[in-house]
């Protein structure tokens, strides 16, 4: 499928050879794979090396309309959660760049910056589109603990035979 697929294909470039690939995936319909170019790799690889800079805001597709841009976390102690931003929170633009067609890559990039650098972000909360507010948010170096855990206290171990485990 490969060498029929992509011989059909002009690539006297590298703009057209990675517009082949991504012709090439999207005939696989899969909404999890998709080609990274060597930049947005990069800004991957730096997403999950454990810190980052920038405002500490994970980020999403609105479930229900599929094209807003919604903050799905902000990172405890970070500069958007000082400044008030929580789970469920529109983000309508990035230093006056609409996020309406951005991909979460492209405000991902908007978001993050040189440490100290200052950072426009206007936002409204869930349901509530007009009453939009503008938030200045330094950037930082901001920890990413995919995982977060507690021990909850006076919570005994379930009473299991050795070696049995419950999943």
Same mark, same amino acid.
């Given at each position: 499928m490969r060498e029929t697929y992509l011989k059909k294909e002009t690539m006297s470039n590298r703009g057209q050879t990675y517009d082949a690939i991504r012709?090439?995936?999207?005939?696989? *319909?899969?909404?999890? =794979?998709?080609? %990274?170019e060597p930049s947005r790799l990069a800004a +991957?690889?730096?997403?999950? @090396?454990?810190s980052v800079t920038g405002v500490g805001l994970e980020i999403t597709y609105d479930g229900a309309?599929?094209?807003d841009i919604v903050v799905l976390t902000p990172t405890p102690g970070g500069p958007a959660d000082r400044a008030g931003v929580r789970a469920g929170d529109v983000i309508v633009s990035? *230093?006056?760049?609409? =996020?309406?067609? %951005?991909?979460?890559?492209?405000?991902?990039d +908007?978001?993050?910056g040189? @440490?100290?650098?200052?950072?426009?972000?206007?936002?409204?909360?869930?349901n509530d589109p007009n009453n939009k507010h503008t938030l200045h948010l330094a950037r930082q170096k901001v920890s990413i603990n995919p995982v977060t855990y507690m021990t909850c206290p006076?919570?005994?171990?379930?009473?299991?035979?050795?070696?049995e485990c419950v999943l």
């Open positions: 012709k090439l995936l999207a005939t696989l *319909d899969d909404p999890f =794979t998709r080609f %990274l +991957l690889r730096r997403g999950t @090396a454990g309309a599929g094209s990035i *230093d006056g760049t609409s =996020t309406e067609g %951005l991909s979460l890559y492209d405000a991902s +908007l978001l993050q040189e @440490a100290n650098s200052q950072v426009e972000v206007v936002l409204h909360g869930p006076n919570v005994a171990a379930p009473a299991l035979p050795p070696g």
